[in-house]
């Protein structure tokens, strides 16, 4: 792949779901492109997420009231949130920004920017996917939210009333209205929240590697490389810098997920963006599968039914990149998931860890670099890659294509973040 400058081939960094979906619809579009990744296609955080097309999480983690019930969620070895104290000298300036959205007016901001990202998630999957070998993979279904009671339910109103206001219906069920939806459920929860029209994965790895294997059957190339780089001519992008060599283009795609931070900053972007380690289970060969992805609020991760096993993904640590995994919250994932479904039974477990890229305000990166406008951004999607993809890779497409998105993309814009 080496030698002068290419006029035509645009390359996609990442083969994550983001990635991906950016390089179909830069293809369908007629461009010459080429996925880039040091890994197969949809073998990073791609591969372990939740599997559920999430349309309604437009509510960031940070909610008012966040900072008074963290310290005792970390003095807590049974909650969802976990934090390795000898990463904290690193994470402090980062968290104390991320920390400062936890404001009314911050939260109904950041949920305002994720709506048009994320709430039509099931379509933008189905015109991604739709006659390709990935399509057997999605499957339209219910979202549900369960809680202890009713109570549980009234204690998180600012969230359902910013789902509301961002175009979200819901039903709700009683204890019995629950039980004959979901017999799986046990009566310690006994209050579900019931959201139509969206959807999940069943093999999310599959999936993304279908989705490659489509790209290629329209020309696309895919290049094993790790991208360390970026060359420019006469303020022009000439070539990706690699550890197999240069890689000549004249425009490229940030799209590497939380590892897109130190080639953001080369380009004078410099993104407050933490890993926010995500944790799953896999319990294989399941007694009985929910009837849809369900989202159990107390221990705030989801079970989502997949192909031959039923995924348990959730779960907030901070601990940087290059930690090992802890043991704690997979012990967490599956005390919850018995309290919460206690007849279930299955044959074997696995174990993932991964990281979501964690941006300090919440909303992803999507648009040209402020000074080297050949190089868009695709990153920072937090705890809704999988849902935001397909569309996040529409609109690259419509960038690169002259035509203008049908969305306001200022609140998406690097330059918040440009030196």
């Known amino acids: 792949m080496q030698g002068e400058r290419n006029d035509n081939t645009i390359a996609v960094i990442g083969a994550g779901i983001v990635g991906v979906s950016a390089a179909v619809w830069l293809a369908r579009d007629g461009h010459d492109v080429i996925l880039v990744d040091r890994l197969p296609p949809g073998e990073a955080t791609s591969h372990g997420n939740g599997g559920v097309l999430a349309s309604c999480a437009v509510v960031p983690v940070t909610v008012p009231g966040l900072m008074r019930k963290a310290p005792g969620m970390l003095a807590n070895p049974s909650s969802p949130l976990f934090l390795r104290w000898s990463y904290l000298p690193k994470l402090l300036p980062w968290l104390a920004r991320y920390l400062a959205h936890c404001r009314?007016?911050?939260t109904?901001?950041?949920?305002a920017a994720l709506t048009p990202i994320i709430g039509d998630s099931l379509e933008q999957h189905q015109a991604l996917a739709g006659g390709t070998p990935a399509e057997k993979w999605l499957r339209p279904s219910d979202y549900?939210?369960?809680y202890k009671d009713r109570a549980a339910f009234r204690a998180d109103a600012f969230a359902w009333d910013l789902r509301r206001t961002s175009g979200f219906g819901w039903?709700?069920?009683e204890a019995e209205t629950l039980n004959r939806y979901d017999p799986l459920l046990g009566p310690r929860n006994s209050f579900a929240v019931r959201l139509p029209d969206h959807g999940h994965i069943r093999d999310p790895g599959r999936y993304v590697k279908d989705l490659a294997a489509h790209f290629e059957t329209l020309g696309g190339k895919i290049h094993r490389a790790d991208v360390r780089d970026f060359r420019f001519e006469d303020g022009r992008l000439s070539a990706l810098e690699t550890d197999r060599g240069p890689l000549p283009c004249a425009r490229a795609v940030l799209a590497g997920g939380v590892w897109s931070r130190d080639l953001a900053r080369r380009l004078g972007v410099n993104?407050?963006?933490e890993s926010e380690r995500g944790y799953?289970?896999?319990?294989?060969e399941p007694s009985a599968y929910p009837i849809a992805p369900c989202m159990i609020a107390s221990g705030k991760f989801v079970i989502t039914p997949m192909d031959g096993r039923i995924r348990l993904a959730g779960i907030v640590e901070f601990g940087g990149l290059t930690a090992p995994p802890s043991e704690a919250p997979f012990r967490v994932l599956e005390t919850e998931l018995r309290k919460a479904m206690p007849g279930l039974t299955w044959r074997a477990t696995t174990k993932w860890m991964g990281h979501r890229p964690a941006p300090a305000d919440s909303i992803p990166l999507i648009g040209p670099s402020p000074r080297h406008p050949d190089v868009l951004m695709a990153f920072g999607h937090h705890h809704v890659g999988l849902t935001g993809g397909?569309?996040?890779g529409r609109l690259i497409a419509d960038l690169v294509s002259g035509r203008n998105p049908n969305i306001d993309m200022h609140p998406y814009a690097p330059g918040r973040y440009a030196r």
Do not use: G, Q, S
């Open 271 to 273: 993104v407050p963006l």
């Open 390 to 392: 397909p569309r996040t």
């Open 144 to 146: 549900l939210y369960v």
């Open 108 to 111: 109904r901001r950041i949920a």
């Open 171 to 173: 039903e709700e069920l």
């Open 104 to 106: 009314p007016e911050e």
């Open 280 to 284: 799953h289970l896999e319990l294989e």
